[in-house]
Each structure stands twice: as C-alpha cells, then as structure tokens.
C-alpha cells in the first residue's frame, strides 16, 4: 500500500493550498482517510478525516472553518483545501489510512495503518 502525499509549498498568511493524497487501497471506498500534521519540535497531531462508507468528516479545533477535506473514491484520492493558513499552520503534512466506515468521532483515535511520506506547508508572516 502506498500513500503518496503532495500539494505542499510556500505561501504567505492568509494564502491558500490545496493537498493531495493519492493512495492505492483497493477498497478505497472503505478507508478513512485521515490529514496529520507534524512541527518542529512538536508531536504529531491530528488535522481531519473523512471516514470511509457515508464520508463522515471530523476535523480539529483549530482548522474549522478554514480546512476542508474531501474525496474523490473514482481517483482512490483524499483533499485537503486549506485556506486563511496562518504561521502556526506550518508543518509536515501526513496523509493516512484505516479501513472504517463508522462515526466520525471515531476518525482522530483510528490507528492509522498506513501512512505517507509527508508534505511541507510553510506559511510565512
């Protein structure tokens, strides 16, 4: 299984980018698909997820009304569209994998088992 992350870069606050993650699941349709994040220094934390099934969506605090995920199950493909990003939204950018289709409250404590390699995100003041 390989999940291959991209759409990362450089952007000035208030800037937008949109993040990509093709993954070669068979049975895409029945994964959620989740964005983590990772800054220097800090612990890998949670951003959103979109279950697998009836694509329940659930995202973390501090992205609400900025981030928006979704899939495209045809291209095995989940988004990340994120915009007003501000300095503190700077990080690596992980997308990744686990085959759930339940509530979306489940999504930020799946554990995950597959993983991609990571996109920077580098939003400058």
């Known amino acids: 299984v390989q999940l291959q992350a991209s759409g990362g870069g450089l952007v000035q606050a208030g800037g937008s980018l949109r993040l990509s993650c093709a993954a070669s699941?068979?049975?895409?349709?029945?994964?959620?698909m989740g964005w983590f994040r990772q800054a220097p220094g800090k612990e890998r934390e949670f951003v959103a997820a979109?279950?697998?099934?009836?694509?329940?969506?659930y995202y973390t605090n501090s992205v609400k009304g900025r981030f928006t995920i979704s899939r495209d199950n045809a291209k095995n493909t989940v988004y990340l569209e994120m915009i007003n990003l501000k300095p503190e939204d700077t990080a690596v950018y992980y997308c990744?994998?686990?085959?759930?289709?339940?509530?979306?409250?489940?999504?930020?404590?799946?554990?995950?088992?597959?993983w991609g390699q990571g996109t920077q995100v580098t939003v400058s003041s």
């Open positions: 699941l068979r049975t895409f349709s029945s994964y959620a």
């Open positions: 990744a994998a686990d085959r759930f289709e339940g509530d979306s409250y489940w999504l930020p404590i799946l554990k995950y088992d597959y």
């Open positions: 979109v279950s697998g099934g009836r694509g329940s969506i």
